[in-house]
């Protein structure tokens, strides 16, 4: 479903990401796991269209990105690290406007809508604008709007960040329910170790911008001679604490944290 | 088509939210009707160029429609460092679609702008040839809404944060404005400043709106039409090819 062969991308002369190759199979729950600028975000990223590669091939249900871009958008759906919402717009409204630029029927739209604002339990507050809302409600919100259509693939980019274990609960559950009746293919990042041991199939651990380890849970564990994913994991990356690249996309996490509180 | 609609009006939806801003907008074009319509009204007269207040009412209306519509598609930029641009990029809709559709939506805006300031001038005297005009104007306050828009698209698509904002108002902006028809006649000057103002689309606009409005015009309405109408088609271009570029 996924198949990516000696990708990297540099900034001048900062490579974010080196020559990584890996494949997800079609209905796979895959984890793509690693320290803070490891390279997650910006795999994701070429992954979804969103950037040019600088060398290595990608494809996405057998079509390259960066030649058919807007195929590929129709086989994803995507639910950022980052905000995303239109804050100037109500939760309805930034739903409704989700589902209209994903081609989701009317119909289907409004019950769908219904029920993901239900189960997310954001239906009360509907006709409030996002900017009203608090930091987890805005994540909610934006789980939800993920779900509004049925990709082939859906990639969660970190989407417990920020969330009561509640929610996070309800997460978890709706991507399983959703890989397993309607065999969606997952690829999804975090930084809880229990989450990925809790739903993964298949992890990579990248490190530096190249992979590091992939295999089963069990195979990791095996490999690196620990008992839990999170032993394996620092083992495998290390205990140093990483800096991220600094710039606007930490100007904007930092604005979003002081706008959550 | 659904989602030109659907961005479009999101514009829509966020202008209508924010009356305090609609009427701050209404605030400079405002102060230069009153502190230069009137205060520069005497000299103008003296020079035998007949009411300034009457001459500067299109010259106010195409700086409104030139900032706000400007803005409106630099807006990008607050789009992208808010998260939401990420958003109409990955969904499987031409890049193009989303373009045009931010684009009406920022033109509508900027021609709502436009005509509340209209509206404005004719409550501080400014008294408009003919009504049969109307269409015209309209027509006119379209054509360089697009133009502006298309043009603050294709700016707001190669900056990546709100830092370079001063930089596009003073560099661009306010050029832009100074250096067209919108304060002065275009007759009699300088050779320099002649040529700048022949090249600024600007000029072509407010021309346009003061050819539609009170039948005086130093390029001709078909001219204006014509310049206004290309450089929208060559802006326009100029805007998608951007926007299709943008990387995040």
Same mark, same amino acid.
């Given at each position: 479903?996924?198949?990516?062969?000696?990708?990297?991308?540099?900034?001048?002369?900062?490579?974010?990401?080196?020559?990584?190759?890996?494949?997800?199979?079609?209905?796979?729950?895959?984890?793509?796991?690693?320290?803070?600028?490891?390279?997650?975000?910006?795999?994701?990223?070429?992954?979804?269209?969103?950037?040019?590669?600088?060398? #290595?091939?990608?494809?996405?249900?057998? %079509?390259?990105?960066?030649?058919?871009?807007?195929?590929?958008?129709?086989?994803?759906?995507?639910?950022?690290?980052?905000?995303?919402?239109?804050?100037? %717009?109500?939760?309805?409204?930034?739903?409704?406007?989700?589902?209209?630029?994903?081609?989701?029927?009317?119909?289907?739209?409004?019950?769908?809508?219904?029920?993901?604002?239900?189960?997310?339990?954001? +239906?009360?507050?509907?006709?409030?604008?996002?900017?009203?809302?608090?930091?987890?409600?805005?994540?909610?919100?934006?789980?939800?709007?993920?779900?509004?259509?049925?990709?082939?693939?859906?990639?969660?980019?970190?989407?417990?960040?920020?969330?009561?274990?509640?929610?996070?609960?309800?997460? +978890?559950?709706?991507?399983?329910?959703?890989?397993?009746?309607? #065999?969606?293919?997952?690829?999804?990042?975090?930084?809880?170790?229990?989450?990925?041991?809790?739903?993964?199939?298949?992890?990579?651990?990248?490190?530096?911008?190249?992979?590091?380890?992939?295999?089963?849970?069990?195979?990791?564990?095996?490999?690196?001679?620990?008992?839990?994913?999170?032993?394996?994991?620092?083992?495998?990356?290390?205990?140093?604490?990483?800096?991220?690249?600094?710039?606007?996309?930490?100007?904007?996490?930092?604005?979003?944290?002081? +706008?959550?509180? | 088509?659904?989602?030109?609609?659907?961005?479009?009006?999101?514009?829509?939806?966020?202008?209508?939210?924010?009356?305090?801003?609609?009427?701050?907008?209404?605030?400079?074009?405002?102060?230069?009707?009153?502190?230069?319509?009137?205060?520069?009204?005497?000299?103008?007269?003296?020079?035998? $160029?007949?009411?300034?207040?009457?001459?500067? @009412?299109?010259?106010?209306?195409?700086?409104?429609?030139?900032?706000?519509?400007?803005?409106?598609?630099?807006?990008?930029?607050?789009?992208?460092?808010?998260?939401?641009?990420?958003?109409?990029?990955?969904?499987?809709?031409?890049?193009? $679609?989303?373009?045009?559709?931010?684009?009406?939506?920022?033109?509508?805006?900027?021609?709502?702008?436009?005509?509340?300031?209209? /509206? @404005?001038?004719?409550?501080?005297?400014?008294?408009?040839? &003919?009504? @049969?005009?109307?269409?015209?104007?309209?027509?006119?306050?379209?054509?360089?809404?697009?133009?502006?828009?298309?043009?603050?698209?294709?700016?707001? &698509?190669?900056?990546?944060?709100?830092?370079?904002?001063?930089?596009?108002?003073?560099? /661009?902006? /306010?050029?832009?404005?100074?250096?067209?028809?919108? /304060?002065?006649?275009?007759?009699?000057?300088?050779?320099?400043?002649?040529?700048?103002?022949?090249?600024?689309?600007?000029?072509?606009?407010?021309?346009?709106?003061?050819?539609?409005?009170?039948?005086?015009? $130093?390029?001709?309405?078909?001219?204006?039409?014509?310049?206004?109408?290309?450089?929208?088609?060559?802006?326009?271009?100029?805007?998608?090819?951007?926007?299709?570029?943008?990387?995040?």
């Amino acid at each position: 479903m996924i198949k990516v062969q000696n990708l990297s991308k540099s900034y001048g002369e900062l490579k974010a990401v080196k020559d990584i190759s890996f494949e997800v199979q079609p209905g796979e729950l895959f984890a793509f796991l690693g320290p803070n600028g490891a390279g997650k975000t910006t795999t994701i990223k070429m992954l979804t269209t969103l950037l040019t590669p600088t060398s #290595g091939s990608i494809l996405i249900d057998g %079509l390259d990105p960066s030649h058919h871009q807007n195929e590929v958008r129709h086989k994803f759906g995507i639910v950022f690290q980052d905000p995303s919402l239109d804050s100037e %717009l109500t939760a309805y409204e930034n739903m409704e406007l989700h589902g209209v630029l994903y081609g989701v029927p009317r119909k289907v739209r409004a019950e769908r809508i219904e029920r993901l604002l239900k189960l997310f339990e954001l +239906w009360e507050r509907r006709k409030d604008v996002a900017k009203k809302f608090s930091g987890g409600m805005r994540r909610r919100l934006e789980i939800a709007r993920g779900f509004l259509h049925t990709p082939k693939i859906l990639f969660l980019d970190e989407p417990t960040l920020g969330l009561d274990p509640q929610s996070r609960n309800q997460l +978890w559950t709706h991507v399983k329910a959703q890989n397993e009746t309607e #065999g969606t293919t997952v690829f999804l990042t975090t930084h809880y170790m229990d989450e990925a041991e809790r739903v993964a199939q298949r992890i990579a651990v990248i490190d530096h911008g190249a992979i590091v380890a992939q295999g089963t849970p069990a195979e990791l564990l095996a490999q690196t001679n620990t008992t839990s994913l999170e032993a394996a994991f620092l083992a495998l990356t290390g205990s140093a604490i990483r800096d991220e690249q600094g710039g606007n996309v930490e100007q904007m996490r930092q604005f979003a944290r002081a +706008w959550k509180r | 088509m659904k989602a030109i609609y659907i961005l479009w009006l999101r514009e829509m939806k966020r202008y209508f939210r924010s009356p305090a801003q609609i009427v701050a907008a209404l605030g400079q074009p405002m102060l230069y009707m009153l502190a230069l319509g009137f205060g520069l009204g005497p000299v103008f007269a003296k020079s035998g $160029h007949g009411s300034y207040v009457q001459f500067l @009412a299109p010259g106010v209306m195409g700086m409104t429609i030139l900032f706000s519509g400007a803005f409106s598609g630099i807006g990008l930029v607050f789009d992208r460092q808010f998260g939401f641009l990420k958003e109409t990029l990955v969904a499987p809709v031409p890049r193009i $679609h989303v373009m045009i559709g931010r684009t009406l939506g920022g033109a509508t805006v900027a021609m709502l702008q436009g005509a509340l300031v209209l /509206l @404005a001038c004719l409550i501080v005297g400014f008294r408009p040839a &003919s009504l @049969a005009a109307v269409p015209a104007v309209l027509l006119t306050m379209a054509l360089i809404s697009i133009v502006f828009c298309a043009f603050g698209t294709a700016i707001g &698509s190669r900056l990546e944060n709100m830092q370079a904002f001063p930089l596009v108002m003073n560099f /661009l902006m /306010l050029p832009l404005f100074f250096l067209s028809g919108a /304060l002065y006649p275009l007759d009699g000057l300088p050779t320099a400043l002649q040529a700048v103002t022949n090249v600024n689309p600007l000029s072509y606009g407010v021309d346009g709106l003061r050819a539609t409005l009170i039948g005086v015009t $130093h390029f001709g309405l078909p001219l204006d039409f014509g310049v206004l109408a290309a450089v929208a088609v060559v802006f326009l271009g100029l805007g998608a090819y951007s926007f299709s570029k943008i990387q995040l």
